[in-house]
């Protein structure tokens, strides 16, 4: 089995397995992320409390002080080791980054300058159903211009 394959390292990561960043070879290392720790490492398969409990542990032991030690990947893998509550393995998923909001983003603009004082959630909301036809027309019936 490849030491980097991601169910390999999920397998060592959920058996707490302190030695497995100095088990790699340095070419292994600089293949290695830690940073997909967080993103496995946080969602499991299994029951309600188990997947509550990965999460919040990732959230308190990787994610508030991860980047702060980026300059140490070997304590970054032993904080990760500390997630697990030592149960044996389970299934991780993948967890995708929120994507960034490319559509849309003058109408937004346009609804931010029309409705200065309405809620970010509520102007995303308004932009999803709002064209740019609309918001031309919007702009003129106040009497503004483009």
């Known amino acids: 089995m490849d030491k980097l394959s991601i169910q390999n390292e999920m397998s060592e990561f959920d058996r707490k397995n302190r030695d497995f960043y100095d088990e790699l070879t340095d070419e292994e290392r600089k293949k290695f992320s ?7 490492g946080s969602s499991v398969q299994g029951g309600r409390e188990l997947q509550e409990f990965y999460v ?30 030592g149960m044996g393995a389970h299934r991780h998923q993948w967890i995708a980054p929120k994507k960034k909001d490319s559509g849309n983003s003058e109408v937004k603009k346009a609804l931010i ?3 200065p004082a309405m809620k970010m959630s509520d102007i995303d909301t308004l932009a999803s159903m709002t064209t740019k036809a609309d918001i031309k027309e919007l702009v003129k019936n106040q009497g503004k211009t483009d």
């Open 56 to 85: 919040i542990a990732t959230n308190e032991r990787l994610n508030k002080h991860f980047f702060a030690v980026n300059k140490h990947p070997k304590l970054q893998w032993l904080m990760a080791t500390s997630v697990s509550p």
């Open 113 to 115: 300058d029309l409705y």
């Open 34 to 40: 830690n940073y997909l720790m967080i993103r496995w």
